[in-house]
C-alpha cells in the first residue's frame, strides 16, 4: 500500500493536471489533421513558397504554424476585463463585421470597374465612345449607347440585389445582443459594440459573438460544450474547457484581472496558441480554451470568456472568403474564337477602308459636287471644304466608321446570355429528384454557376472513399481479444436483442443504437475479471469506452421510463466503438474534464482521467491515462496497427501479437477498418516522471508541439496488446453500378484513401473499381531508389499487358487495353518520394497505362498533389469528390469539385461547386446534366457568332454597292434591338431546355457521354463550318433582294426592312432545324421572337420623326416582297439541310444514332435496341 500512497496523493491535484494535460496541442482526429492541411492549399496564405505534396513534413509543418514562439512583435497583448487598456496602444478591430461589397458611394464605380474587367465591354464602351464624335457618328448616340447599358444595367441590378441582401444580414448580426461585464454586472450590448478584452457571458443555446478564451463555466471541472455547425458544418459536440486558474474567479463580486499574450489574428480555425498570467503564474493557452465566433453553446448552462479577436479578425470572418474562382474550358475556348473573329472583324474593316481609299482616289474630282461628299459648300460667299477632311482622314475615319456598323460581329449579347442559362440550367440540377438525398433531406446544390458546362467533359474523376464510397456511419462487427477472434457474425444472443441497458431510479437507460454482438465474447465480458480470459477482455471494452473524447448524452423518448444515450463525438469511429463497449456491458454513462464513469455490467464506477493524449497525424494514436478504483494507473493506447506494434513490448506475449497481426489482415481483407488497443500499469515513478514533463511542455514557449508529441511517445511504450477491432463502413446504395457507368463512359475513376492497402483494395472490389480480370500493380516502396525501381518495372509490366491485348478484331478495331486492364495501387510512403521530383513523370506515365488507380495511405496534400499531377501532363478535365476536411485541397485542386454532405461536417462542400447527399448522383450529374449542358452551351455559342456574323455581313455587301460610304438601309433601332428583342430569347430558352437526347438513353448507354471528350459540340472545324455557312447565307439574304428590286424605285429603309426581316426569320428557323424537343414555351420563344420582330419594325417604320417613315407598310404590300422572303429561306436554309441529311445518314454519331433509337423505341418496348458505340479512347490529350 505504501507503494501507492503517491499515486494517491496525485488525485488530489487531478482537476489541476487533467485541466491541462486532457488535450495537449494535437489534431483533434485524423479528420482534422486534414483541416489543418487545408490551409497549406490555400496558396494565399503560403505566399511565394512552394507547395510540396509529397513531404510529410509539410503536413506538420502547416500544423503547427499556429503552435511556433511568439515574440512581442508578432503578439497580440490583450488586458482582462479593460477593453481601453486593450486597444490604448494599438486600437483593435471592433466587432462590427461587413459582408457587403458596395457602399452608396463605391456602388458605381466599383460595380462598373469590376464588370469592365470584360475585355469585351471596353471594346464595345470605346465602340459607343467613337459613335459620339460627329466625324465618326454612324448611329444615333442614344441607339449606340443602350446594348452596353442594358448589360451593364441587368448585371448592376443583379450585383445591387445580392449586396443588398448582404448589407441586410450584416445589420442583423451587428444588432444581436450579448451578456459584456460592465461595472461588475452583466449587462446587455450590441455584438457590432464589443471591444477585445471584455468579459462576455454566454448562456446556453446562445452563438458566441467573438473569438473568447474561456475564463470558467458552470461545470466545475471548466468544461463547455459548443457545436461548431456556423463554422465548419459539423453538428457534433465538442469539448473546450476553461483553466483552472480563473475556473473560480466569479466578475460580478471580485476584479478579473490578467494579461493574455496570443498570435496575431489568423485562418487556422484549428490552431490557437497563446499565455495568459493570472495571480502572477504564466499558464499556455491552446486551441482548447478558445470558442470561435459562430459556435453555439450546448449542453451547459453558461460560460464566461473574455475577447481576443473580433469583427474582421476572428477566424470565422478570416476564413470568409469562399472557394478558389473557376472558369469554364469552354469559355476559355471561346475567348481564342473571339479573337478569331476580332481580326475577321478588321480584315472587313480594312478592306471597306481600302477599297474605301481607292475610290476616293478615282473620283477626287468628282467630290465636289457629289451628293454624299459635297466637298466644296457654295451657300456662302466664300467657298469652303464641307463634310470632307482630306484624303488620309478619311480613310481612317472610314475605317473606325466601319468598326461601328460591323461592332456586333462580337456578340455582346452572348455573355449575359449564358449568365441566364447557367442559371437556368442550375435549377433543373436542383430540382431534379433523382439527385435528392430523402435519408439526409439534402437536395443538389449548385454553388458555382460558371462551369456547369465541364461536367459534360470529365475524363478523370479523384474519389475519397471513406463518406464518399462508402456511408461513413460505423459498424462493429468484430473483435481480437488476446489473441482469439470473436466475430459477431456469428449470431446474436437472444437476450440482447434490444441492447444493453441499466436502470436507474425505475428509469431505464440504454444507448440509442444496438450493437450486434458475439455470444462467446458477451459471456466472458459478463464474467468480470475473475478469469484470465475475463480479464483481458475487462480491460478491452475499458479501452473502448474510456479511451476517446466522446461525449453521453440523455435523450428524451416519448415513454417516460425509458431514457436513451447518444454518443456525440467528432469520429464515428469512436462512436462506433464506445457503442460496442455499451452492447457488451460497458456504457459511458458520463464525461467531465477530470473524470468519466462507466456502467460494468450494472456498476457505476468513477475513473479519473488523468491524463488525455489525441490523436495526431505522426503518432497516428491516442492515449488516456486512467486512475482506476483501485488505485492503480494505467494508460490505454489505441491506433493504426502500422504505430501500434512498433510501440509494443514484443517480448511479452508473441503469440498474441502473430495472431492478432493474422486477424488484421483477414479483418482488411474484407473491408474492414481496424484499430489496435494497447495497454499498460504505470508505477508511481513513472507516472510522476510523466507528469513532470507534462508540465514543462504545456508551459513551454517555444517548441511546445514538439515536446508534447515527445512527452506522449515516451508514455505510449512496452505496451501489451490487448486486441484489435474491425469496423465496417459499409458501401453507399449504388456504388458499384455508379463506377461501372463512369468507366464505360470513358471516365478514369482514381480512388484516394488514407485505410491500410487491404482494406482499399477489398473496397475497389466490393465496389466493382477492380475486378478480377485486371492484374494489378503494386508499388510499396520506402525509398526513392527502390520507388523508381518498382515504377520501371512497372511501366515495363502495363506496356506488355497492353500490347498483349492490343490485337485487332474481326471488324478491324484495335482493343487497346479492354482485355487485359491494368490497376495500380500504390501507398502514400511511396508517394512522399515520388511526387515533387523527377519521379512524378513516370508516375504518370505508368498511370496513363492503367484503367484504375488506387491510392491509399495518402495525406490531405498528397491528394491535391495527385491531382495537380493530372492537370499538369495533360487538357483533361478533373473532377474530385469528397466529404470531408481532409478532401478540401483535393477537391479546390480538381477542375470541378464535388462535396458530399455526410457524416464528417459541410467543409467539402463548402469549398466545392457542386454538392450532393450520395456518390451515384455523380453519375446523374455527370452522364445527364453535364451532357446536355455541354451540349447545349456549345451549339448555343456557336449560334450567338453563326447569328451576329449573318447581320453582320449584310451590312458588309449592303457597303460594298454604296461606294464605301458606311450608310446603313437597315434602321438604326433594328440595329439595336437585333441582339436585344429579336433573337436573344430564343438562344436562351432552347439553350435551357433542349434535350438531344432523353435521359434513359443518356443512362443506358454512358458511351454517349464520349461526346464531351472528343468536343464533338464546340470545336474550330465546327466554328469554321458555321463560318463558311453564314457567309452563303448572308450572300443569300442580300443578292436576292438586290437582284429583284434592281430596276425598281424602291427606297433603302424598305429594302432594309426586308433584310430585317429576312435575316430574323432565317436565324430563328436555322434554330428551329436544330431543336430536338420541343415544347411550348420553345415554340412561344423562336416563333414569338418573329412576331416582335414585325410588330418593333412597324413600329418604328410608324413614328414620323425616324428616317423610313412608313416604310414597311409600302414595300409589305407587294407580292415580290413575300417572294423574296420565300426564296431566301428556301436558298439560305438548303445547303445545310443537305448537308446535315447527307451526315447524319452516312457518318452519324453516336449521339444521333442513339436519338434514331429512341424514335423507334417506343413501337417496340419490350424489344431490345442495339447500338454501336464508337470505341472509348482513354489516352489522355497532351
Known amino acids: 500500500m505504501d507503494s501507492k500512497t503517491p499515486v494517491e496523493n496525485l488525485y488530489s491535484i487531478e482537476p489541476a493536471l487533467s485541466s491541462s494535460s486532457r488535450r495537449s496541442n494535437f489534431s483533434a482526429h485524423s479528420k482534422s489533421v486534414g483541416r489543418s492541411s487545408i490551409r497549406e492549399v490555400s496558396f494565399s496564405d503560403l505566399g511565394p513558397k512552394p507547395v510540396k505534396y509529397g513531404s510529410r513534413g509539410a503536413e506538420s509543418e502547416t500544423y503547427n504554424m499556429s503552435q511556433k514562439e511568439i515574440n512581442d512583435e508578432d503578439a497580440r497583448l490583450v488586458q482582462i476585463n479593460d477593453p481601453v487598456k486593450t486597444n490604448e496602444r494599438f486600437e483593435f478591430a471592433g466587432n462590427s463585421i461587413r459582408t457587403g461589397k458596395y457602399s452608396v458611394l463605391t456602388f458605381l464605380p466599383r460595380n462598373l470597374f469590376e464588370q469592365f474587367h470584360r475585355v469585351a465591354y471596353i471594346y464595345f464602351l470605346v465602340i459607343a465612345v467613337l459613335n459620339q464624335l460627329p466625324q465618326l457618328a454612324v448611329f444615333g448616340r442614344f441607339a449606340s449607347i443602350l446594348p452596353l447599358a442594358i448589360v451593364l444595367l441587368v448585371t448592376a441590378v443583379k450585383d445591387a440585389y445580392e449586396d443588398y441582401r448582404r448589407h441586410r444580414a450584416d445589420k442583423i448580426e451587428n444588432n444581436r445582443l450579448a451578456s459584456v461585464l460592465v461595472n461588475h454586472e452583466f449587462q446587455q450590448k450590441k455584438w457590432k459594440d464589443i471591444q477585445v478584452g471584455e468579459i462576455i457571458k454566454i448562456h446556453a443555446n446562445e452563438t458566441i459573438p467573438c473569438d473568447i478564451v474561456l475564463l470558467s463555466t458552470c461545470d466545475p471541472t471548466g468544461v463547455a460544450y459548443v457545436q461548431t455547425i456556423n463554422l465548419d458544418g459539423e453538428s457534433n459536440l465538442k469539448t473546450r474547457y476553461a483553466k483552472q486558474e480563473t475556473l473560480l474567479k466569479i466578475p460580478e463580486k471580485e476584479n478579473v484581472s490578467g494579461l493574455i499574450k496570443c498570435e496575431k489574428p489568423n485562418r487556422n480555425i484549428y490552431g490557437f496558441q497563446a499565455n495568459m498570467e493570472v495571480d502572477g503564474k504564466r499558464v499556455s493557452l491552446g486551441p482548447s480554451n478558445i470558442i470561435l465566433r459562430g459556435c453555439e453553446l450546448k449542453n451547459t448552462t453558461w460560460a464566461i470568456g473574455v475577447a481576443v479577436y473580433a469583427g474582421r479578425e476572428t477566424k470565422a470572418m478570416l476564413n470568409n472568403s469562399g472557394a478558389p474562382s473557376k472558369r469554364s474550358r469552354l469559355e476559355t475556348h471561346m475567348n481564342l474564337e473571339i479573337i478569331f473573329l476580332s481580326l475577321f472583324l478588321t480584315a472587313l474593316c480594312t478592306v471597306v477602308s481600302v477599297c474605301a481609299a481607292v475610290w476616293l482616289r478615282r473620283h477626287r474630282d468628282e467630290l465636289d459636287y457629289l451628293p454624299f461628299y459635297r466637298r466644296k459648300d457654295f451657300y456662302e460667299e466664300e467657298e469652303d471644304n464641307y463634310n470632307y477632311y482630306g484624303w488620309g482622314l478619311e480613310i481612317v475615319f472610314t475605317f473606325l466608321m466601319s468598326v461601328i456598323v460591323f461592332q456586333i460581329m462580337i456578340p455582346i449579347s452572348l455573355y449575359i446570355s449564358m449568365e441566364l442559362v447557367r442559371v437556368g440550367q442550375a435549377y433543373f440540377m436542383i430540382r431534379d429528384t433523382q439527385m435528392y438525398d430523402e435519408p439526409s433531406d439534402s437536395r443538389f446544390q449548385c454553388r458555382a454557376l460558371n462551369i456547369n458546362e465541364d461536367l459534360g467533359q470529365i475524363k478523370y474523376v479523384f474519389s475519397d472513399k471513406t463518406g464518399t464510397l462508402t456511408e461513413n456511419k460505423m459498424e462493429f462487427q468484430c473483435a481480437s481479444v488476446w489473441g482469439v477472434d470473436y466475430n459477431s457474425g456469428k449470431g446474436s444472443s437472444q437476450d440482447q436483442k434490444d441492447g444493453y441497458f441499466v436502470e436507474v431510479d425505475g428509469k431505464i437507460l440504454r444507448p440509442k443504437m444496438v450493437v450486434k454482438t458475439d455470444p462467446e465474447l ?240 477489398s473496397i475497389g472490389y466490393s465496389s466493382k473499381l477492380l475486378t478480377s480480370k485486371m492484374t494489378q500493380i503494386i508499388v510499396n516502396r520506402n525509398s526513392k531508389e527502390s520507388c523508381r525501381k518498382s515504377l520501371e518495372d512497372a511501366i515495363i509490366m502495363s506496356k506488355k499487358l497492353t500490347t498483349m491485348s492490343g490485337n485487332t478484331n474481326d471488324t478491324g478495331r484495335t482493343l487497346g487495353a479492354s482485355l487485359t486492364p491494368v490497376a495500380l495501387i500504390i501507398d502514400g510512403t511511396s508517394l512522399v518520394y515520388i511526387l515533387d521530383c523527377e519521379l512524378e513523370e513516370m508516375l504518370f506515365e505508368l498511370a496513363c497505362n492503367c484503367s484504375v488507380v488506387l491510392c491509399c495511405r495518402v495525406a490531405p496534400l498528397q491528394k491535391a498533389g495527385i491531382v495537380a499531377l493530372v492537370k499538369k501532363r495533360t487538357s483533361d478535365m478533373t473532377l474530385a469528390i469528397g466529404d470531408g476536411a481532409n478532401d478540401v485541397s483535393m477537391i479546390q485542386m480538381a477542375d470541378v469539385g464535388v462535396g458530399i454532405s455526410g457524416q464528417e461536417g459541410r467543409q467539402a462542400v463548402m469549398a466545392s461547386d457542386f454538392a450532393m447527399g450520395q456518390f451515384r448522383f455523380l453519375v446523374t450529374l455527370l452522364l445527364v446534366h453535364g451532357h446536355w449542358n455541354y451540349q447545349r452551351m456549345g451549339y448555343m455559342i456557336l449560334y450567338n457568332f453563326y447569328k451576329n456574323a449573318v447581320f453582320v455581313l449584310v451590312l458588309f455587301w449592303y457597303v460594298l454597292f454604296t461606294c464605301f460610304t458606311l450608310s446603313t438601309a437597315i434602321n438604326e433601332w433594328s440595329s439595336v434591338l437585333y441582339s436585344v428583342i429579336y433573337t436573344s430569347v430564343p438562344t436562351i430558352v432552347v439553350g435551357i431546355l433542349d434535350k438531344d437526347l432523353n435521359r434513359r438513353t443518356l443512362l443506358k448507354y454512358p458511351q454517349l457521354y464520349g461526346a464531351g471528350h472528343r468536343e464533338e459540340c464546340y470545336n474550330k472545324r465546327l466554328f469554321w463550318i458555321t463560318m463558311i455557312d453564314t457567309v452563303w447565307q448572308s450572300a443569300v439574304i442580300f443578292f436576292i433582294p438586290l437582284l429583284a428590286y434592281g430596276g425598281s424605285t424602291i427606297d433603302a429603309s424598305s429594302i432594309g426592312d426586308l433584310w430585317t426581316l429576312a435575316v430574323v426569320i432565317l436565324v430563328n428557323l436555322h434554330l428551329a432545324m436544330d431543336v430536338i424537343c420541343w415544347n411550348w414555351i420553345t415554340h412561344a420563344a423562336i416563333w414569338g421572337s418573329i412576331v416582335a420582330t414585325v410588330i418593333c419594325v412597324i413600329i418604328i417604320d410608324a413614328i414620323p420623326s425616324l428616317v423610313g417613315y412608313w416604310a414597311i407598310f409600302q414595300i409589305a404590300r407587294t407580292g415580290l416582297f413575300w417572294l423574296c422572303l420565300l426564296s431566301i429561306i428556301v436558298a439560305a436554309l438548303i445547303p445545310r439541310f443537305v448537308v446535315k441529311v447527307l451526315y447524319q445518314f452516312y457518318t452519324p454519331c453516336d449521339v444521333q444514332i442513339a436519338r434514331e433509337a429512341e424514335k423507334f423505341q417506343p413501337r417496340s418496348e419490350s424489344a431490345a435496341v442495339e447500338v454501336e458505340m464508337n470505341p472509348i479512347l482513354n489516352q489522355p490529350r497532351p
Open 522 to 761: 458477451l459471456q466472458f465480458a459478463r464474467s468480470g475479471k475473475d478469469t484470465k480470459e475475463g480479464s483481458h477482455v475487462h480491460d478491452f471494452f475499458l479501452a473502448l469506452a474510456a479511451c476517446n473524447t466522446i461525449v453521453p448524452l440523455i435523450v428524451d423518448t416519448p415513454d417516460p421510463t425509458l431514457k436513451l444515450i447518444d454518443y456525440q463525438g467528432e469520429s464515428p469511429d469512436e462512436q462506433a466503438l464506445v457503442y460496442a463497449a455499451a452492447a457488451y456491458g460497458y456504457m459511458l454513462i458520463e464525461r467531465t474534464s477530470g473524470h468519466i464513469v462507466i456502467d460494468i455490467q450494472g456498476e457505476r464506477q468513477r475513473f479519473n482521467v488523468l491524463g488525455l493524449h489525441e490523436f495526431d497525424s505522426d503518432r497516428k494514436r491516442m492515449s488516456v491515462i486512467l486512475g482506476l478504483p483501485n488505485k492503480s494507473v494505467k494508460v490505454f493506447v489505441k491506433g493504426a496497427d502500422t504505430t501500434m506494434f512498433g510501440v509494443t513490448d514484443r517480448s511479452l506475449n508473441t503469440s498474441i501479437i502473430r495472431a492478432t497481426e493474422a486477424h488484421l489482415h483477414s479483418y482488411s481483407s474484407i473491408g474492414l477498418r481496424t484499430l489496435v488497443i494497447g495497454m499498460r500499469e504505470l508505477s508511481t515513478s513513472e507516472f510522476e516522471e510523466w507528469h513532470s514533463a507534462f508540465e514543462v511542455a504545456s508551459n513551454a514557449l517555444m517548441g511546445r508541439a514538439r515536446l508534447l508529441r515527445k512527452v506522449a511517445t515516451n508514455i505510449e511504450s512496452n505496451l501489451r496488446i490487448l486486441g484489435a477491432s474491425g469496423i465496417e463502413d459499409k458501401l453507399q446504395e449504388g456504388v458499384p453500378e455508379a463506377i461501372e457507368s463512369l468507366r464505360t463512359a470513358g471516365i478514369k475513376v482514381w480512388v484516394l484513401t488514407g485505410d491500410k492497402q487491404e482494406t482499399a483494395i
